[in-house]
């Protein structure tokens, strides 16, 4: 490439970055004359915060094109404190459908849950299992669709090992620990007798607080709950015979019930929640070339090592 071409190269590619700046200070130019020429809804209103996919901590990366496609611990406490905040907000929905997963980012929106001060329903979708029904167990009213899956309560933790696998191909695995216990859960060998009873041990505490959740929760005597907590899934139907829900209904059917549990008289103005994406955030993520070693990184570090889960892995 001559001198030239990279000149050109170069002005074509800076003509975009002003344009790409351009266009975003003209929306926020909008959005602003719209603020500023017509006033935006206000009045009493239900947020809708949505539990949707597995339930993973922390916040995922922004992106002003793409939706995350689980539940984000972080976002969702966030949204919470939002609606919490807003004095317009008489009561929040909780709409789960999710298969549950992470033990602590479970464990983090139960947490703002049980603090929030308004009314909280939860309306469950085709799913609502495991670490989705740990979440909802502390609201004020569960509805759930009659052929909703729910329950599932208990606690599971999986060991992938591939130790025959490489011998077929004679690769050998050596290593080199500071005690018994510091390779346990290694892909490269079987877990010994003692191994599993030190998980076991684990699961079975995680399991205890998963039950004492559903007691305080539902209103529920510890043993009622453990004689249903086994694991299994029920359908919204079983739930409601069980306790576990209180009513049968669909969204509009939680949500006009959390309108009247916050005092709002007729059709409730409905709020949702969106992530806060900065301009230059947005140009950031537009111009920067994608990195797939990175991508690859990201989803081996998200596989990597045994976790506890509140997770349903029913098909």
Known sequence: MTTKQRLLW???GGGLVLALVCASCAGIFVVVASVGGAELPTGPAVAVVRVEGV???GSPEVSPFTTPSEAYSGVIVDYLKRAEADADVKAVVLRVDSPGGSVVASH?????????????????GDLAASGGYYVSAPADEIFANP???TGSIGVISQFIHVDELLKEYGVEVTTIKSGKFKDEGS???SMTDEEIATWQAIIDEAYEGFVQVVAEGRGLPVDQVKALADGRVYTGRQ??????VDRLGNLPDAIQRAAELGGIEGEPRIVEYEPSLGVF????KLTRPADPLANVLELLDRGHGPALQYLYVGP
């Open 10 to 12: 170069m002005a074509v």
């Open 55 to 57: 339930i993973l901590s």
């Open 108 to 124: 983090e929106i139960h947490q703002q849950v049980l603090a929030m001060t308004k009314p909280v329903v939860v309306s469950m």
């Open 147 to 149: 052929d909703t899956l």
């Open 187 to 189: 892909p490269f060998r």
């Open 239 to 244: 739930a409601l015979g069980l306790g576990l």
């Open 281 to 284: 955030q947005g140009l950031f």
